[in-house]
């Protein structure tokens, strides 16, 4: 029975996630600051919040004397809409520790207990901002580059152990986090990308589910859910 570890499970892709893994099969644990609320046999929560170091290790620890860690996802993150002229220097701090570092932390802690194992695969969250250059999220797309770049040379560091790291990055997903932005900002990403509809969490969750499963994924590889 192979073993997922998630970030961001409390709420979003990070739960619906879990919850498809467990349909599946997997034994899923979640790392998220906030409540869970995922009752299942072979899930197990963990309170994490993944910009601490100290607390991602000694909960990684926890997972990793379970047995092996098959599947790391990380997908907790967070987001902002400002103008570059007006964003503060706080929120693109905050912005660079939970998206970039807080992918860091999880992907080192998870990376050492994937490498004595000799194997494993690592997908890092990312977004079509980053290709898109989208205005509005200077501070958003350069955390999300950042974890970009992070894939690529962990991918290489890690190929001879055997662990595989690649990115995935979605364009607007129907969430209540998008619903609050306006239709217009949301339309023009989406037209951007070949996706006019949109895209629903379950759509996300199968683009997800059928890259991980799909025998081309190459390690290092950046993929996005559109066309571009």
Same mark, same amino acid.
């Given at each position: 029975?192979?073993? /997922? ?12 996630? /879990? ?8 034994? *899923? ?19 994490? #919040? ?9 909960? *990684?620890?926890? @997972? ?9 996802? !990380? !997908?907790?993150?967070?987001?902002? =809409? ?9 929120? /693109? ?5 939970? !998206? ?9 802690? +998870?990376?050492? @207990? ?8 690592? +997908? ?13 999220? $200077?501070?958003?797309?350069?955390? %999300? /580059? ?7 040379? $962990?991918? %290489?560091? =890690? ?21 609050? *932005?306006? %239709? ?6 989406? #037209? ?12 996300? +969750? #199968? ?22």
């Amino acid at each position: 029975m192979p073993t /997922a570890l998630i970030t961001g499970t409390s709420q979003g892709l990070g739960l619906a996630l /879990a919850e498809r893994l467990l349909a599946d099969g997997w034994t *899923v644990h979640g790392f998220a600051r906030g409540a869970q609320t995922i009752t299942h046999e072979r899930f197990r929560a963990h309170a994490v #919040d993944v910009t601490d170091e100290l607390s991602v290790r000694a909960a *990684v620890a926890i @997972v990793a004397e379970s047995g092996r860690i098959d599947l790391l996802i !990380n !997908n907790a993150g967070a987001a902002a =809409l400002n103008a570059f002229l007006l964003t503060p220097g706080s929120v /693109a701090e905050n912005l660079m520790r939970v !998206n970039y570092l807080g992918t860091f932390h999880c992907l080192q802690a +998870v990376g050492k @207990v994937m490498v004595r194992q000799r194997g494993g695969l690592v +997908v890092n969250l990312t977004t079509v901002a980053v290709p898109l250059s989208l205005e509005g999220e $200077a501070a958003y797309v350069a955390s %999300k /580059a950042a974890v970009e770049a992070l894939t690529k040379v $962990a991918a %290489k560091e =890690l190929a001879t152990q055997g662990v595989r790291v690649v990115a995935l990055g979605l364009g607007p997903v129907d969430t209540k986090l998008t619903r609050a *932005v306006p %239709k217009a900002a949301l339309s023009k990403i989406n #037209d951007a990308i070949g996706r006019p509809e949109g895209t629903t969490m379950a759509q996300a +969750v #199968d683009f997800f589910m059928s890259r991980l499963s799909a025998a081309d994924l190459k390690s290092g590889s950046v993929e996005y859910f559109g066309e571009f």
